[in-house]
């Protein structure tokens, strides 16, 4: 029967696992969902961030050696709980037993918290150039997350409505900027290679999950 004590490298989760994971990451989440717009899901669709779940522990174990300092869903859940806590970067590494390498750790620590806010931490080999990412490599995650988003200026409290011609598809046609989908939320809106693309966060649900 699966569970969340299933490995992390296994079949993909089973959707009772993926809901599982769901309320460790970001608390319950309820069967009935009324998204921002109005229309009703039965059910939370969770598929599109296990794609990206299963894609970050894949890379991750590949350029740590093939060695992780986790190997279930359980394990990398109970790191997630500590990044929630407040607890330090120094302090998680020393709760992972068996101790390893302080690249193999951080690595382990780095795709924790990248599940649980969908930001990236690093600059691996594989990073589309351009990308955004938080520093953090002490303290507590929470302080880093805030010196990053903190505001540089402040913006002009204004209700400002869109027409309703303002989509994707005349930004592309009109404007002639490609639409990039990324998974980091801290690319969002960003313009990048030379400002012929503009990445947009597509992860609504896990959007609709933060406001529970």
Same mark, same amino acid.
């Given at each position: 029967?699966?569970?969340?004590?299933?490995?992390?490298?296994?079949?993909?989760?089973?959707?009772?696992?993926?809901? /599982?994971?769901?309320?460790?990451?970001? %608390?319950?989440?309820?069967?009935?969902?009324?998204?921002?717009?109005?229309?009703?899901?039965?059910?939370?669709?969770?598929?599109?961030?296990?794609?990206? =779940?299963?894609?970050?522990?894949?890379?991750?174990?590949?350029?740590?050696?093939?060695?992780?300092?986790?190997?279930?869903?359980?394990?990398?859940?109970?790191?997630?709980?500590?990044?929630?806590?407040?607890?330090?970067?120094?302090?998680?590494?020393?709760?992972?037993?068996?101790?390893?390498? /302080? =690249?193999?750790?951080?690595?382990?620590?780095? /795709?924790?918290?990248? /599940?649980?806010?969908?930001?990236?931490?690093?600059?691996?080999? =594989?990073?589309?150039?351009?990308?955004?990412?938080?520093?953090?490599? $002490? %303290?507590?995650?929470?302080?880093?997350?805030?010196? @990053?988003?903190?505001?540089?200026?402040?913006?002009?409290?204004?209700?400002?409505?869109?027409?309703? $011609?303002?989509? %994707? =598809?005349?930004?592309?046609?009109?404007? %002639?900027?490609?639409?990039?989908?990324?998974?980091?939320?801290?690319?969002?809106?960003?313009?990048?290679?030379?400002?012929?693309?503009?990445?947009?966060?597509? @992860?609504?649900?896990?959007?609709?999950?933060?406001?529970?």
């Amino acid at each position: 029967m699966a569970s969340i004590d299933d490995s992390i490298f296994s079949d993909p989760p089973a959707a009772t696992t993926k809901h /599982l994971i769901a309320e460790r990451l970001w %608390g319950p989440q309820p069967i009935v969902q009324q998204f921002s717009n109005g229309v009703r899901s039965y059910e939370i669709e969770l598929d599109a961030y296990f794609r990206f =779940y299963i894609a970050s522990c894949a890379r991750t174990l590949h350029y740590s050696g093939g060695h992780m300092s986790v190997q279930t869903h359980r394990q990398l859940m109970d790191i997630a709980q500590q990044l929630r806590s407040g607890c330090s970067r120094d302090t998680i590494r020393n709760s992972i037993s068996p101790p390893d390498s /302080l =690249y193999q750790a951080d690595a382990t620590i780095d /795709l924790a918290a990248q /599940l649980l806010l969908m930001l990236n931490f690093r600059s691996p080999p =594989y990073a589309i150039s351009g990308t955004e990412k938080v520093l953090w490599a $002490e %303290g507590a995650l929470e302080s880093s997350i805030q010196q @990053h988003f903190s505001p540089e200026q402040a913006l002009i409290d204004t209700a400002v409505t869109l027409d309703a $011609e303002f989509t %994707g =598809y005349n930004i592309e046609k009109v404007a %002639g900027i490609e639409i990039f989908w990324t998974d980091n939320l801290a690319d969002h809106l960003r313009l990048i290679e030379g400002e012929t693309k503009v990445a947009i966060f597509h @992860h609504v649900t896990f959007l609709e999950c933060q406001k529970q």
